[in-house]
């Protein structure tokens, strides 16, 4: 704990760096929070909207 009563590792104002994440469809790079996934299948795949889901949907659908 510091002074402010929160654990060391957590800081008024300091930036902590989240977690990205790649979209299956197009590869953006996007935060893990925000990223929509299915879990259906053997892996986890995420997407970074509606449009890449509907996009990776269809092509499983053609498989």
Known sequence: MNSSGY???VKGT???SEEM??????LS?????SAKSD???DYV???CGLDCFEKWREGESAD
């Open 7 to 9: 654990p060391s590792s």
């Open 14 to 16: 300091e930036h902590v």
């Open 21 to 26: 994440v790649a979209c299956s469809v197009c």
């Open 29 to 33: 790079e996007i935060p893990q929070s």
């Open 39 to 41: 879990e259906s299948s």
């Open 45 to 47: 795949a995420h997407f």
